[in-house]
Nanobody, 114 residues
Framework: QVQLVESGGGLVQAGGSLRLSCSASGIFVSRYIMSWYRQASGKQRELVASITTRETTTYAESVKGRFTISTDNAKNTVYLQMNSLRPDDTAVYYC????????WGQGTQVTVSS
């Protein structure tokens, strides 16, 4: 069964850190473009960070220098390290895999209090 399962979300104070994990089954993350998206309440889903099969990374301007995307192929897992969190980072964060098809996880809530 093809599945992406996110974890690591929660409530954190502004300035704090969280690490999100996306565990994949049924696919190899090394063969996909892996991304993190987020959707704040009342807003459209937006791309936060991506990593290609060659480990090239891209980031939204709003998170550059604060967030880091990485993969652990042995664990078939993608991570999003989030530092210096701000209240406007509050959103549901989704893991996404894209290659011959597109797969979404169920999302994990991140809430940053001021």
């Amino acid at each position: 069964q093809v599945q992406l399962v996110e974890s690591g979300g929660g409530l954190v104070q502004a300035g704090g850190s969280l690490r999100l994990s996306c565990s994949a089954s049924g696919i190899f993350v090394s063969r996909y473009i892996m991304s993190w998206y987020r959707q704040a309440s009342g807003k459209q889903r937006e791309l936060v960070a991506s990593i290609t099969t060659r480990e090239t990374t891209t980031y939204a301007e709003s998170v550059k220098g604060r967030f880091t995307i990485s993969t652990d192929n042995a664990k078939n897992t993608v991570y999003l390290q989030m530092n210096s969190l701000r209240p406007d980072d509050t959103a549901v964060y989704y893991c996404n895999a894209k290659w011959l098809r597109e797969i979404w996880g169920q999302g994990t809530q991140v809430t940053v209090s001021s």
